[in-house]
Protein backbone atom coordinates (compact mmCIF):
# COMPACT_ATOMS: atom_id res chain seq x y z
CA UNK A 1 0.00 0.00 0.00
CA UNK A 2 2.96 2.17 0.56
CA UNK A 3 4.68 1.97 -2.81
CA UNK A 4 1.33 2.48 -4.49
CA UNK A 5 0.68 5.66 -2.57
CA UNK A 6 4.33 6.49 -3.40
CA UNK A 7 3.76 6.43 -6.76
CA UNK A 8 0.58 8.06 -6.89
CA UNK A 9 2.36 10.73 -4.85
CA UNK A 10 5.12 10.55 -7.53
CA UNK A 11 2.52 10.71 -10.48
CA UNK A 12 1.23 13.56 -8.82
CA UNK A 13 4.51 15.45 -8.68
CA UNK A 14 4.85 14.44 -12.49
CA UNK A 15 1.61 16.06 -13.70
CA UNK A 16 1.83 19.52 -12.92
CA UNK A 17 0.44 21.94 -15.02
CA UNK A 18 3.11 23.36 -17.08
CA UNK A 19 1.64 26.79 -15.97
CA UNK A 20 2.09 25.99 -12.10
CA UNK A 21 6.35 25.51 -13.05
CA UNK A 22 9.30 27.82 -12.09
CA UNK A 23 9.55 29.32 -15.87
CA UNK A 24 13.04 29.08 -17.84
CA UNK A 25 13.85 30.92 -20.94
CA UNK A 26 15.91 28.90 -23.22
CA UNK A 27 16.74 31.44 -25.98
CA UNK A 28 18.59 28.64 -28.76
CA UNK A 29 18.74 25.02 -27.47
CA UNK A 30 22.26 23.87 -25.87
CA UNK A 31 23.90 21.25 -27.28
CA UNK A 32 23.92 19.21 -24.15
CA UNK A 33 20.26 19.43 -24.25
CA UNK A 34 19.86 18.16 -28.01
CA UNK A 35 22.67 15.27 -27.05
CA UNK A 36 20.68 13.81 -23.79
CA UNK A 37 17.70 15.21 -24.51
CA UNK A 38 15.83 17.59 -21.62
CA UNK A 39 12.58 15.14 -20.82
CA UNK A 40 13.93 13.16 -17.85
CA UNK A 41 16.28 15.50 -16.22
CA UNK A 42 14.24 18.71 -16.15
CA UNK A 43 10.30 19.09 -18.12
CA UNK A 44 8.25 17.81 -14.51
CA UNK A 45 10.10 20.63 -12.39
CA UNK A 46 10.41 23.52 -15.26
CA UNK A 47 8.59 25.27 -18.04
CA UNK A 48 10.76 25.93 -20.22
CA UNK A 49 9.82 28.77 -22.82
CA UNK A 50 11.67 28.11 -26.07
CA UNK A 51 12.04 30.79 -27.83
CA UNK A 52 13.12 29.76 -31.41
CA UNK A 53 9.63 27.66 -31.17
CA UNK A 54 7.59 30.55 -31.02
CA UNK A 55 6.23 32.05 -33.94
CA UNK A 56 6.66 35.37 -32.09
CA UNK A 57 8.76 38.02 -32.69
CA UNK A 58 11.81 37.56 -29.81
CA UNK A 59 10.82 40.97 -28.09
CA UNK A 60 6.91 40.07 -28.92
CA UNK A 61 7.67 36.55 -26.92
CA UNK A 62 9.64 37.50 -24.16
CA UNK A 63 7.51 41.24 -23.44
CA UNK A 64 4.51 37.88 -23.51
CA UNK A 65 6.36 36.65 -20.59
CA UNK A 66 8.47 39.32 -18.86
CA UNK A 67 6.62 38.99 -15.48
CA UNK A 68 7.11 35.44 -15.06
CA UNK A 69 10.37 34.39 -16.36
CA UNK A 70 12.74 33.82 -13.30
CA UNK A 71 15.59 31.98 -14.82
CA UNK A 72 17.53 32.14 -18.30
CA UNK A 73 19.46 28.65 -19.85
CA UNK A 74 22.03 29.64 -22.03
CA UNK A 75 24.93 28.68 -24.35
CA UNK A 76 27.40 30.98 -26.85
CA UNK A 77 24.75 30.96 -29.72
CA UNK A 78 22.37 32.61 -27.36
CA UNK A 79 23.95 36.17 -26.20
CA UNK A 80 22.49 37.71 -22.98
CA UNK A 81 22.96 41.15 -23.30
CA UNK A 82 21.61 44.05 -20.86
CA UNK A 83 19.30 45.08 -23.56
CA UNK A 84 17.79 41.39 -23.09
CA UNK A 85 17.57 41.84 -19.68
CA UNK A 86 15.91 45.35 -19.91
CA UNK A 87 13.03 43.14 -20.92
CA UNK A 88 12.66 40.61 -18.29
CA UNK A 89 12.93 42.19 -14.97
CA UNK A 90 11.85 39.12 -13.00
CA UNK A 91 14.73 36.80 -13.80
CA UNK A 92 17.12 36.41 -10.93
CA UNK A 93 19.41 33.83 -12.66
CA UNK A 94 21.49 32.89 -15.84
CA UNK A 95 22.83 29.27 -16.03
CA UNK A 96 25.25 28.44 -19.23
CA UNK A 97 25.49 25.49 -20.15
CA UNK A 98 29.56 26.45 -20.98
CA UNK A 99 32.46 27.11 -19.40
CA UNK A 100 33.38 30.44 -20.73
CA UNK A 101 31.05 33.45 -19.68
CA UNK A 102 31.79 35.91 -22.95
CA UNK A 103 28.08 35.72 -24.13
CA UNK A 104 26.92 37.27 -20.91
CA UNK A 105 26.93 40.93 -20.43
CA UNK A 106 28.21 40.38 -16.57
CA UNK A 107 28.19 43.82 -15.73
CA UNK A 108 24.44 44.24 -16.43
CA UNK A 109 23.78 41.07 -14.13
CA UNK A 110 25.66 42.31 -11.29
CA UNK A 111 23.70 45.27 -11.69
CA UNK A 112 20.30 43.51 -11.36
CA UNK A 113 21.13 41.43 -8.42
CA UNK A 114 21.20 38.52 -10.94
CA UNK A 115 23.11 35.25 -10.48
CA UNK A 116 25.25 33.22 -12.70
CA UNK A 117 26.66 29.72 -13.21
CA UNK A 118 28.77 28.24 -15.78
CA UNK A 119 29.42 24.45 -16.40
CA UNK A 120 32.49 24.91 -13.57
CA UNK A 121 35.00 22.32 -13.84
CA UNK A 122 32.89 19.64 -15.92
CA UNK A 123 34.88 19.98 -19.34
CA UNK A 124 38.45 20.34 -17.49
CA UNK A 125 39.00 16.71 -18.08
CA UNK A 126 38.45 16.14 -21.67
CA UNK A 127 39.57 20.07 -22.26
CA UNK A 128 43.34 19.06 -20.94
CA UNK A 129 42.96 15.65 -22.70
CA UNK A 130 42.47 17.21 -25.79
CA UNK A 131 44.90 19.88 -25.33
CA UNK A 132 47.59 17.52 -24.75
CA UNK A 133 46.90 15.37 -27.49
CA UNK A 134 46.91 18.42 -29.71
CA UNK A 135 50.10 19.02 -28.83
CA UNK A 136 51.66 15.61 -29.06
CA UNK A 137 50.21 15.45 -32.46
CA UNK A 138 51.57 18.69 -33.67
CA UNK A 139 54.85 17.47 -32.29
CA UNK A 140 55.06 13.71 -33.29
CA UNK A 141 53.10 14.50 -36.76
CA UNK A 142 50.29 11.84 -36.03
CA UNK A 143 47.52 13.63 -38.35
CA UNK A 144 50.23 14.68 -41.12
CA UNK A 145 51.65 11.25 -40.89
CA UNK A 146 48.04 9.48 -41.40
CA UNK A 147 47.22 11.08 -44.72
CA UNK A 148 50.85 10.19 -46.03
CA UNK A 149 49.75 7.15 -45.62
CA UNK A 150 46.47 7.12 -46.77
CA UNK A 151 48.01 9.23 -49.64
CA UNK A 152 49.89 6.37 -50.83
CA UNK A 153 53.40 8.54 -50.13
CA UNK A 154 55.30 6.10 -48.02
CA UNK A 155 55.38 3.98 -51.13
CA UNK A 156 56.18 6.55 -53.95
CA UNK A 157 58.19 9.03 -51.61
CA UNK A 158 59.76 6.80 -48.81
CA UNK A 159 59.79 7.46 -44.78
CA UNK A 160 57.83 10.76 -43.62
CA UNK A 161 60.25 13.40 -41.50
CA UNK A 162 60.78 12.58 -37.81
CA UNK A 163 58.96 14.15 -35.21
CA UNK A 164 59.79 15.81 -32.12
CA UNK A 165 59.76 14.50 -28.74
CA UNK A 166 57.35 15.74 -26.11
CA UNK A 167 59.48 14.89 -22.81
CA UNK A 168 61.61 17.90 -21.90
CA UNK A 169 59.88 20.08 -23.64
CA UNK A 170 59.16 23.94 -21.62
CA UNK A 171 55.07 23.80 -22.25
CA UNK A 172 53.62 27.27 -21.42
CA UNK A 173 50.25 27.15 -19.98
CA UNK A 174 48.14 30.50 -20.30
CA UNK A 175 45.74 30.33 -17.47
CA UNK A 176 46.37 28.37 -15.06
CA UNK A 177 42.06 27.87 -14.32
CA UNK A 178 40.68 23.84 -14.21
CA UNK A 179 41.86 23.20 -17.81
CA UNK A 180 44.93 24.31 -16.79
CA UNK A 181 45.68 22.97 -14.10
CA UNK A 182 44.62 19.18 -15.42
CA UNK A 183 46.81 20.13 -18.68
CA UNK A 184 49.96 20.68 -16.06
CA UNK A 185 49.29 17.56 -14.05
CA UNK A 186 49.25 15.85 -17.77
CA UNK A 187 52.25 17.49 -18.75
CA UNK A 188 54.17 16.45 -15.63
CA UNK A 189 53.37 12.95 -16.19
CA UNK A 190 55.25 13.10 -20.11
CA UNK A 191 58.25 14.62 -18.40
CA UNK A 192 57.79 18.36 -19.33
CA UNK A 193 58.61 21.62 -17.65
CA UNK A 194 55.54 23.53 -16.82
CA UNK A 195 55.70 27.53 -16.61
CA UNK A 196 52.53 29.42 -16.92
CA UNK A 197 51.00 32.83 -16.75
CA UNK A 198 47.94 33.40 -14.90
CA UNK A 199 45.60 36.36 -13.55
CA UNK A 200 47.49 36.16 -10.14
CA UNK A 201 50.56 33.60 -9.21
CA UNK A 202 48.91 30.36 -7.80
CA UNK A 203 51.14 30.28 -4.39
CA UNK A 204 50.54 26.94 -3.85
CA UNK A 205 51.99 25.19 -6.89
CA UNK A 206 55.64 25.37 -7.97
CA UNK A 207 55.76 25.90 -11.35
CA UNK A 208 57.18 29.38 -12.67
CA UNK A 209 55.44 31.84 -12.96
CA UNK A 210 55.38 34.80 -15.46
CA UNK A 211 53.54 37.74 -15.55
CA UNK A 212 53.06 38.38 -19.31
CA UNK A 213 52.64 36.12 -21.92
CA UNK A 214 55.58 37.57 -23.58
CA UNK A 215 58.11 36.85 -21.28
CA UNK A 216 56.02 32.70 -21.30
CA UNK A 217 56.35 32.94 -24.25
CA UNK A 218 60.22 33.60 -24.61
CA UNK A 219 61.07 31.13 -21.79
CA UNK A 220 58.38 28.13 -23.26
CA UNK A 221 58.86 25.77 -26.27
CA UNK A 222 54.92 25.30 -26.37
CA UNK A 223 52.59 27.37 -25.43
CA UNK A 224 49.16 26.50 -24.53
CA UNK A 225 45.79 28.91 -24.11
CA UNK A 226 43.25 27.51 -21.78
CA UNK A 227 42.48 30.81 -20.37
CA UNK A 228 38.78 32.50 -20.52
CA UNK A 229 38.60 35.12 -23.70
CA UNK A 230 37.37 38.81 -22.30
CA UNK A 231 38.00 42.47 -23.27
CA UNK A 232 41.73 42.38 -22.05
CA UNK A 233 42.75 38.57 -23.44
CA UNK A 234 41.07 39.47 -26.86
CA UNK A 235 44.31 39.09 -29.24
CA UNK A 236 46.56 38.84 -26.48
CA UNK A 237 48.54 36.48 -28.78
CA UNK A 238 50.17 38.69 -31.16
CA UNK A 239 53.07 39.52 -32.85
CA UNK A 240 55.40 39.86 -30.44
CA UNK A 241 53.83 36.58 -28.49
CA UNK A 242 54.57 34.69 -31.39
CA UNK A 243 57.95 36.32 -31.82
CA UNK A 244 59.11 35.74 -28.72
CA UNK A 245 57.95 31.60 -29.25
CA UNK A 246 59.91 31.54 -31.93
CA UNK A 247 60.22 29.44 -35.34
CA UNK A 248 60.73 26.26 -32.77
CA UNK A 249 57.42 27.16 -30.74
CA UNK A 250 53.77 25.44 -31.17
CA UNK A 251 50.67 26.94 -30.33
CA UNK A 252 47.85 24.83 -29.23
CA UNK A 253 44.39 26.72 -28.43
CA UNK A 254 41.79 24.91 -26.29
CA UNK A 255 40.20 28.30 -24.82
CA UNK A 256 38.86 30.51 -27.30
CA UNK A 257 39.32 32.04 -30.85
CA UNK A 258 39.66 35.44 -30.05
CA UNK A 259 42.34 35.47 -27.82
CA UNK A 260 44.80 34.72 -31.12
CA UNK A 261 45.27 37.44 -33.71
CA UNK A 262 44.33 34.69 -36.05
CA UNK A 263 45.30 37.02 -39.37
CA UNK A 264 49.16 37.31 -37.62
CA UNK A 265 48.72 33.72 -36.60
CA UNK A 266 48.07 32.69 -39.81
CA UNK A 267 50.90 34.43 -41.40
CA UNK A 268 53.27 33.08 -39.09
CA UNK A 269 52.52 29.39 -39.67
CA UNK A 270 52.40 30.27 -43.48
CA UNK A 271 56.46 31.51 -43.54
CA UNK A 272 57.44 29.33 -40.80
CA UNK A 273 57.45 32.03 -38.18
CA UNK A 274 56.18 29.45 -35.91
CA UNK A 275 56.79 25.57 -36.07
CA UNK A 276 52.96 24.63 -35.87
CA UNK A 277 49.54 24.36 -33.98
CA UNK A 278 46.77 22.66 -32.91
CA UNK A 279 43.73 24.55 -33.15
CA UNK A 280 40.41 23.57 -31.96
CA UNK A 281 39.16 26.94 -31.60
CA UNK A 282 38.77 29.86 -34.06
CA UNK A 283 38.17 33.64 -34.43
CA UNK A 284 34.78 33.24 -36.53
CA UNK A 285 33.56 29.96 -36.31
CA UNK A 286 32.54 27.39 -37.67
CA UNK A 287 34.77 29.70 -40.03
CA UNK A 288 38.25 28.38 -40.69
CA UNK A 289 41.14 30.28 -42.40
CA UNK A 290 41.57 28.22 -45.88
CA UNK A 291 45.60 28.72 -45.33
CA UNK A 292 45.51 26.33 -42.71
CA UNK A 293 44.00 23.75 -45.04
CA UNK A 294 47.51 23.12 -46.71
CA UNK A 295 49.77 23.32 -43.95
CA UNK A 296 50.81 19.82 -42.71
CA UNK A 297 52.61 21.68 -39.15
CA UNK A 298 48.37 22.47 -38.51
CA UNK A 299 46.25 20.77 -36.65
CA UNK A 300 42.29 21.42 -36.84
CA UNK A 301 39.58 20.21 -34.80
CA UNK A 302 35.59 21.35 -34.81
CA UNK A 303 34.96 22.99 -31.01
CA UNK A 304 34.96 19.74 -30.01
CA UNK A 305 37.93 19.62 -27.31
CA UNK A 306 35.85 19.38 -23.85
CA UNK A 307 32.81 17.86 -25.14
CA UNK A 308 32.13 13.68 -25.05
CA UNK A 309 29.17 11.73 -23.63
CA UNK A 310 30.40 11.47 -20.18
CA UNK A 311 30.76 15.77 -20.15
CA UNK A 312 27.63 16.18 -21.43
CA UNK A 313 25.71 13.79 -18.65
CA UNK A 314 27.72 15.54 -15.87
CA UNK A 315 26.51 19.15 -17.21
CA UNK A 316 23.35 18.27 -17.37
CA UNK A 317 23.47 17.27 -14.05
CA UNK A 318 25.09 20.57 -12.64
CA UNK A 319 22.35 22.77 -14.85
CA UNK A 320 20.01 20.97 -13.24
CA UNK A 321 21.53 21.31 -9.78
CA UNK A 322 21.80 25.25 -10.19
CA UNK A 323 18.09 25.25 -11.27
CA UNK A 324 17.05 23.44 -8.53
CA UNK A 325 19.19 25.51 -5.77
CA UNK A 326 18.09 28.32 -7.12
CA UNK A 327 14.38 27.76 -6.58
CA UNK A 328 15.07 25.89 -3.58
CA UNK A 329 16.58 29.25 -2.03
CA UNK A 330 20.11 27.56 -1.69
CA UNK A 331 23.61 28.43 -2.67
CA UNK A 332 24.20 27.44 -6.12
CA UNK A 333 26.61 25.09 -7.19
CA UNK A 334 28.91 26.69 -9.61
CA UNK A 335 28.17 30.51 -9.49
CA UNK A 336 30.31 33.06 -11.14
CA UNK A 337 29.11 35.58 -9.57
CA UNK A 338 26.77 35.20 -6.40
CA UNK A 339 24.55 37.67 -5.44
Known sequence: MA???EEQDNTGDQNHKPQDLPQVLVLKPPPVLSVIGEESFLSNKYQFLKAWESP???HQFLTAHAGSIQAILCSGAAPVTDDLLRLLPSVRLVVTASAGTNHID???CHRRGISVTNAGNVFSDDG????VGLLIDVLRKITASDRY???GLWVSEGDYPLGSKLRGKRVGIVGLGGI???????LEAFGCNVLYTSRKKKTFLSYPFYSGVCQ?????DALIICCALTDQTRHMIDKDVFSALGKEGVIVNVGRGAIVDEKEMVRCLVHGEIAGAGLDVFENEPDVPKELFELDNVVLSPHRAVFTPESF???CELVVGNLEAFFSNKPVLSPVMDV
Open 56 to 58: LPL
Open 128 to 131: ADAA
Open 216 to 220: LAAHS
Open 180 to 186: GLEVAKR
Open 149 to 151: VRQ
Open 3 to 5: DQE
Open 106 to 108: LEA
Open 313 to 315: MAL
